[in-house]
């Protein structure tokens, strides 16, 4: 398979507190623009693969930056994005909401390693509110009823039902239910 063209680089310069730097994006069309969650890690990953924490602390963290632009991907505005949803966090040595994925008005999953005691990558389901950048909602989702390591759903919207790519071979597809938080295998 080959690469798809590049058309054009350009780098998002937006300011990170010490000892952070840019790390993965996601990017959704709003408005005449586009929103970005812009994610920044405290960390550096040594030849075994494993995070340093630049902090010299050994604590992992992540910050996000909810960006709006314009077309042309100029930075509007920028503020933090703060889980202030209220759910039960057991924090530890990783900090912080990994791996963000913007989707429709307010919506995002990301990998939140605090949301279980055992501190198993979990995804989660959050809201927000654009203009202040804080998280308004944040459930806990699991496929199954075992723990499990997760990351990387691909969530989309159709017909104001949000729906989960969970695997592709064999292909399984999820439906979230927003009331309950629970997700159910279509």
């Known amino acids: 398979m080959s690469s798809l063209p590049v058309k054009r680089k350009l780098q998002l310069k937006y300011p990170m507190p010490l000892h952070y730097t840019p790390s993965s994006a996601s990017v959704i069309k709003s408005g005449e623009g586009f929103r970005i969650n812009l994610r920044g890690i405290n960390y550096y990953l040594s030849d075994g693969g494993y ?3 630049r ?3 050994g604590i992992i963290r ?5 960006l709006e632009t314009d077309v042309d991907l100029n930075i509007i505005k920028g503020v933090e994005l703060v889980d202030k949803s209220g759910v039960k966090l057991y924090p530890k040595n990783i900090l912080g909401m990994e791996d963000i ?3 429709g008005d307010n919506y995002f999953f990301c990998t939140y390693l605090e949301l279980n005691e055992p501190r198993t990558p979990q995804i989660g389901w959050g809201t927000y509110d654009s203009e202040t950048g804080f998280v308004t909602r944040m459930v806990p989702l699991m496929a199954g009823t075992e723990l499990k390591c997760e990351k ?3 969530p ?7 729906y989960i790519i969970y695997a592709m071979g064999p292909f399984q ?7 309950t938080g629970d997700i159910k295998e279509v």
């Not at 597809?173 to 009331?179: E, F, G, P």
């Open 173 to 179: 597809l999820y439906k979230l239910d927003k009331a």
């Open 156 to 162: 989309f919207i159709d017909n104001d039902d949000i």
């Open 62 to 66: 992540t910050i996000n930056y909810l």
């Open 152 to 154: 990387n759903w691909l």
């Open 101 to 103: 994925r913007l989707f």
């Open 55 to 57: 902090h010299g602390d």
């Open 51 to 53: 995070g340093i924490s």
